[in-house]
């Protein structure tokens, strides 16, 4: 399958390390050139304004990390002509009856659990494991080595940090970013970071500072 990559970032050079022995990458689309020559990657350079013509395929993958901007790249692109395939690394293991909507990408080492859903352009990052009846929606980014335990409903656009736990049965909310190795316990019912052990969402205070104070439930 012939491949164009958005972005260059580090995800970006990740995806490219997992996946250039089973697709052929045709070039980056990029603002940052520099990090196009600086890494020698494969392909052409092409540039934002792309079009399927130019990259000499329709088949894109988005590989950028923040959630917001996959949303707005997958209708830009969309409305281009390009399309986004589901790759998924032949060391992962995926269970049955489960859904990858368009774009999703599975690194390495990954495990997913029956009867789950993941949304369009959604990115699970390397040695994460997703149980059972999970449902995880559109342009989520899921960082290595998290650990989402079954019957969990993960919302939109959400930044799931390095080792984050999330505790089964659990609902989180859209536009919720969780910091490395935080641990959720109960439903985060709005947009926010959730950090620690138990996770609580950062607040920042008058002065400035930031706070861990807003109970579980937030």
């Given at each position: ?12 050079r ?8 089973s ?5 980056f689309s ?8 600086k ?19 329709s ?15 997958y ?13 998924v ?9 489960v ?8 690194a ?5 659990g ?6 369009r ?9 997703i ?5 995880i ?11 989402i335990?079954?019957?969990i ?11 984050t ?7 989180v ?6 910091a ?34 807003s109970?579980?439930?937030?």
């Amino acid at each position: 399958m012939d491949v164009v990559i958005i972005g260059t970032g580090g995800l970006a050079r990740e995806f490219c390390t997992w996946f250039e022995d089973s697709i052929t990458i045709c070039g980056f689309s990029t603002k940052n050139t520099d990090e196009f020559s600086k890494f020698n990657l494969p392909g052409h350079l092409l540039p934002p304004d792309m079009t399927p013509e130019m990259a000499g395929t329709s088949n894109a993958v988005i590989a950028v990390g923040a959630p917001a901007m996959k949303e707005t790249l997958y209708h830009f692109y969309t409305q281009r002509g390009f399309k986004f395939p589901r790759l998924v690394h032949t060391t992962s293991l995926v269970g049955k009856r489960v859904s990858l909507q368009e774009g999703c990408v599975v690194a390495p080492k990954v495990i997913i659990g029956p009867n789950t859903t993941l949304g369009r352009c959604t990115y699970i990052n390397f040695g994460t494991t997703i149980a059972h009846d999970v449902k995880i929606d559109d342009f989520c980014q899921i960082n290595p080595a998290s650990c989402i335990n079954g019957s969990i409903s993960i919302g939109k656009r959400c930044t799931i940090g390095s080792h984050t736990s999330i505790l089964q049965g659990v609902s989180v909310s859209n536009d919720v970013v969780t910091a490395v190795g935080s641990v959720i316990f109960s439903n985060v019912r709005s947009s926010g970071t959730m950090i620690g052990n138990p996770a609580k969402k950062m607040l920042l205070s008058v002065s400035g500072t930031i706070e861990k104070n807003s109970p579980p439930n937030a």
